[in-house]
């Protein structure tokens, strides 16, 4: 339209400028106050998470059991360099396919797959070694920080670690 405009008429390209700002206004205001409104204007579409399956061919029920009788006997979870590669490696899959199936059949990350273990671990500790400091229940449970520790178990738990202690002690309500 600006060309023809340009051949035409200057009022022609006000005209075609004009419209086109208001249509991009327009798409603007109405994406604010609905944002599904703008996605008929995305041509990429977003690929959705794992829709190409890399778990095709294995069984995941044998894959978590076996992952989990490790971390279980071993007490991998424990370990500061332990990675979802030293996993995968250990149970003779890739990454990406230990990766899906946490995500896919436990709906958690590898990283919260492991501080579970490790939270498990520490409410263990907690519960036989009630005079052991907070600190070193982080440090035996695998945490490598207080400050992680507290993050974690209160994700967790919805309480901090010394709240826990107490309220399983008996000491508060």
């Given at each position: 339209?600006?060309?023809?405009?340009?051949?035409?008429?200057?009022?022609?390209?006000r005209a075609?400028?004009a419209?086109?700002?208001?249509?991009?206004?327009?798409v603007?205001?109405?994406?604010?106050?609905?944002?599904?409104?703008?996605?008929?204007?995305?041509h990429?579409?977003?690929?959705?998470?794992?829709?190409?399956?890399?778990?095709?061919?294995?069984?995941?029920?044998?894959?978590?059991?076996?992952?989990?009788?490790?971390?279980?006997?071993?007490?991998?979870?424990?370990?500061?360099?332990?990675?979802?590669?030293?996993?995968?490696?250990?149970?003779?899959?890739?990454?990406?396919?230990?990766?899906?199936?946490?995500?896919?059949?436990?709906?958690?990350?590898?990283s919260?797959?492991?501080?579970?273990?490790?939270?498990?671990?520490?409410?263990?500790?907690?519960?036989?070694?009630?005079?052991?400091?907070?600190?070193?229940?982080?440090?035996?449970?695998?945490?490598?920080?207080?400050?992680?520790?507290?993050?974690?178990?209160?994700?967790?738990?919805?309480?901090?670690?010394?709240?826990?202690?107490?309220?399983?002690?008996?000491?508060?309500?």
């Amino acid at each position: 339209m600006l060309i023809i405009g340009d051949i035409i008429s200057f009022a022609f390209s006000r005209a075609a400028i004009a419209m086109v700002n208001t249509v991009t206004l327009g798409v603007f205001f109405a994406s604010q106050y609905d944002p599904s409104y703008y996605a008929i204007f995305k041509h990429v579409k977003k690929k959705k998470k794992y829709e190409l399956s890399k778990i095709q061919g294995i069984d995941a029920e044998s894959v978590i059991l076996k992952l989990n009788a490790v971390m279980t006997e071993k007490e991998l979870y424990k370990e500061e360099n332990f990675s979802i590669k030293n996993a995968a490696d250990m149970l003779n899959i890739n990454v990406q396919q230990l990766s899906e199936i946490l995500n896919s059949f436990l709906h958690k990350s590898f990283s919260t797959y492991i501080n579970d273990y490790k939270i498990n671990e520490a409410m263990n500790l907690m519960a036989q070694n009630p005079d052991y400091q907070i600190t070193r229940i982080a440090l035996m449970a695998g945490f490598n920080s207080t400050r992680t520790f507290n993050r974690v178990f209160v994700k967790s738990t919805g309480r901090t670690p010394m709240d826990y202690r107490r309220y399983h002690s008996g000491k508060i309500s």
